[in-house]
T-cell receptor, first 113, second 110 residues
Framework: DGGITQSPKYLFRKEGQNVTLSCEQN?????MYWYRQDPGQGLRLIYY???????QKGDIAEGYSVSREKKESFPLTVTSAQKNPTAFYLC????????????FGQGTRLTVV | GENVEQHPSTLSVQEGDSAVIKCTYS??????FPWYKQELGKRPQLIID?????GEKKDQRIAVTLNKTAKHFSLHITETQPEDSAVYFC?????????FGTGTRLKVLA
């Protein structure tokens, strides 16, 4: 059953702690993306990766980090430097490049307590 | 940097009426323009897309138009139904970067 999976669905973090969100795909897609979704602000691009071992900052990369050691995995770490981390995070992937349909994971809702 | 502006942010229509959502993009290199529908608590899913070499595309009740000169594109939904109620996002992408508008919450009133 092919798809893109994010885990966990809900995540709680204490202020000052780093936390890593998982994103795995078995679609054999080359490109992967992370977005943050806040009410009224749409989907904002955090980081994207077109190929293994390479990634670029999106529009709101400050306070986040990523890695792309394997084609199927693109974890996002929310660091303590992110001032307002409470949000809904969506991971997506495309076959190659950005001019094709993006497939989204089901999202992770992160709450800082 | 590149951005996509989307209007309106909310839209209420009577069942059976048409709905139009408009987007404007800034990057001249953009060549792919998808529209996604996100139902409450679910992931966004593609409903229609258009490439820069096409001016209009239609799929049953849904159509998208693109004016590349003016850098804007629109989603048209005809004969709206209650199940069309959702948040709709327009997207814009060039070679590698995939960005989205701020979303439109569509409510179809029965």
């Amino acid at each position: 059953d092919g798809g893109i999976t994010q885990s966990p669905k809900y995540l709680f973090r204490k202020e000052g702690q780093n936390v890593t969100l998982s994103c795995e795909q078995n679609l054999n897609h080359d490109a992967m993306y992370w977005y943050r979704q806040d009410p009224g602000q749409g989907l904002r691009l955090i980081y994207y990766s077109q190929i293994v071992n390479d990634f670029q900052k999106g529009d709101i990369a400050e306070g986040y980090s990523v890695s792309r050691e394997k084609k199927e995995s693109f974890p996002l770490t929310v660091t303590s430097a992110q001032k307002n981390p409470t949000a809904f995070y969506l991971c997506a992937s495309t076959i190659q490049g950005a001019d094709t349909e993006a497939f989204f994971g089901q999202g992770t809702r992160l709450t800082v307590v | 940097g590149e951005n996509v502006e989307q209007h309106p942010s909310t839209l209420s229509v009577q069942e059976g009426d048409s709905a139009v959502i408009k987007c404007t993009y800034s990057d001249s290199a953009s060549n792919y323009f998808p529209w996604y529908k996100q139902e409450l608590g679910k992931r966004p899913q593609l409903i229609i897309d258009i490439r820069s070499n096409v001016g209009e595309k239609k799929d049953q009740r849904i159509a998208v138009t693109l004016n590349k000169t003016a850098k804007h594109f629109s989603l048209h939904i005809t004969e709206t139904q209650p199940e069309d109620s959702a948040v709709y996002f327009c997207g814009s992408s060039g070679t590698y970067k995939y960005i989205f508008g701020t979303g439109t919450r569509l409510k179809v009133l029965a």
